[in-house]
């Protein structure tokens, strides 16, 4: 079995290597010819595994079941032989008998092998045959993801930015409509502020004592909102300096060169000063894993590992609200973007719906998933899209909270995703794969990872440019450090 997954693995490694190939007639004419010879070929060698495997467990148990204690007693003495891929009969050499007693106990010795044998022989015939159906089902289940991943490829994506300077993993990146930078969250105790033309770091905020977990901009002014492992959630200046910084214009808060040994290119601006700082009587008491803006631009929403979400107000810093009710840490939130709707996840396996609009907030609880929400995003025509460390994606409408509409059902746990405008869900994986699926749970694309491009550690996060710059329609990061701006072009229909 262990060959089987091994070979498995490579087949799925070749489709992705080349799936980059031109949708040339020839090519895949010949690409279709060559792996319905290599799935002929791994159906038989997987159905005479599981053949002979049947054979071995039938063959123990039909021998155990048809001696007599008598006759297991007696053979004692001999031995139980494996006739090789024919399957396994009982050849039965019974010790040298001491008195006339030991010739009767040979007869019914044989005797009970023949007859084994033969019922053995017969179980065998009738159950090869259930076995050769399911196993033909499911290898035909397993090899036509092998030829579909190829052969409705219909996306064309790249790698054609590449951002690196985090010293630890990188929690979040976010995009900033209208101008050409995104923002990350590193387990480093920063926050960063990335050119997309450039490459450049123009900005680096230090004003976290612990881990930055989240990162959000503002819909319309220079300023970002970020929460830590240090228990609270900033509001910080996020005006960065375009032009390459000369020797000399530095100030303690704005330039960290203590050493005044970096490159003029090299020099990076620094803020250690946020603007507003969340915390205090009535904050949160844990890791803030999670804040974002609510469309009116004037409270926030924060989530934390103290089990509660909390709406804050933007000029005073005061905690408007506590949000109670989850069994355990909190692990995302976000906030609609025209309406004054929150959706809150935990690792109780549920998320949960608290509505604004009304003087008296009301609340929805979501369940379906059976391990830890991992995030829980808006997504257009009044639906909620899902993932989980059960390695599912759930697609929900507001309206109705006691099924899904659609579930996607994946290898690896969700980290947290992203849905475009268009209705295209970004799906970031612990296992570095980023896969792409519409709202309906139809695969779209999986983005190619090879040992020249995509992520070589857990991705952690996505996030859709609404106006793509420079050909960046999707920013991906995780804990290799690493965020990469991709060009995807979707088919007309998406």
């Not at 923002?183 to 502020?193: K, Q």
């Not at 960065?240 to 990076?268: A, F, I, M, T």
Request: glycine share 8%.
């Amino acid at each position: 079995m262990k060959s089987t997954a091994t070979a498995k693995t490579r087949l799925t490694s070749l489709t992705e290597d080349i799936s980059i190939i031109p949708e040339d007639a020839p090519y895949r004419n010949r690409l279709h010819y060559l792996f319905a010879q290599i799935e002929k070929e791994f159906e038989q060698l997987y159905l005479e595994n599981l053949s002979l495997q049947d054979k071995l467990e039938n063959a123990t148990a039909v021998t155990k079941d048809s001696l007599t204690p008598y006759d297991q007693r007696s053979a004692a003495g001999g031995a139980l032989v494996a006739t090789g891929s024919g399957g396994a009969s009982l050849a039965a050499t019974p010790a040298t008998p001491s008195a006339p007693l030991g010739d009767e106990i040979g007869a019914s010795l044989l005797a009970a092998a023949s007859s084994t044998h033969k019922s053995l022989k017969a179980k065998l015939s009738s159950a090869t045959g259930g076995s050769k159906v399911k196993a033909s089902n499911k290898i035909k289940a397993q090899t036509s993801r092998i030829v579909s991943s190829f052969k409705a490829q219909t996306v064309v994506s790249s790698v054609v930015r590449e951002f690196g300077g985090h010293k630890d993993g990188i929690w979040q990146v976010a995009a900033k409509v209208g101008q050409p930078i995104i923002g990350t969250a590193s387990a480093d105790h920063t926050a960063c502020i990335w050119g997309i033309e450039s490459g450049r770091c123009l900005l680096q905020y230090q004003g976290h004592a612990g881990s930055v977990n989240s990162i959000k901009f503002h819909q319309c002014r220079d300023l970002v909102l970020t929460g830590s492992g240090d228990g609270t959630a900033h509001i910080w200046q996020a005006a960065v300096n375009w032009e390459v910084p000369k020797k000399g214009h530095s100030s303690e808060e704005e330039l960290d060169d203590s050493d005044g040994q970096l490159e003029d290119r090299d020099r990076v601006d620094s803020l250690r000063t946020p603007l507003c700082e969340f915390t205090g009587p009535g904050g949160h008491l844990s890791v803030v894993v999670a804040a974002d803006w609510l469309s009116s631009m004037d409270q926030i929403i924060t989530g934390s590992w103290d089990r509660t979400a909390i709406l804050w107000d933007v000029e005073t810093a005061q905690p408007l609200q506590p949000l109670t009710g989850h069994d355990h840490e909190l692990t995302h939130v976000s906030a609609h973007p025209t309406q004054r709707l929150v959706v809150t996840a935990s690792r109780d396996t549920t998320f949960r719906l608290w509505d604004f609009r009304d003087p008296i907030p009301a609340v929805s609880v979501f369940q379906g998933h059976t391990e830890t929400v991992t995030s829980s995003v808006f997504a257009r025509n009044d639906k909620v899209v899902s993932g989980s460390d059960d390695r599912t994606i759930k697609v929900w409408e507001l309206r109705n909270m006691r099924s899904a509409l659609a579930t996607i059902r994946t290898d690896s746990s969700v980290n947290r995703l992203a849905v475009s405008s268009g209705g295209i869900i970004a799906i970031p994986h612990d296992n570095r794969q980023i896969r792409l699926f519409d709202l309906n749970g139809q695969r779209v694309a999986r983005l190619p990872r090879t040992s020249r491009q995509g992520h070589r550690r857990m991705v952690s996060s996505v996030a859709w440019s609404e106006e793509p710059i420079l050909n960046c329609d999707l920013f991906s990061c995780g804990f290799d450090r690493r965020v990469f701006g991709w060009s995807i072009v979707l088919p007309k229909d998406n």
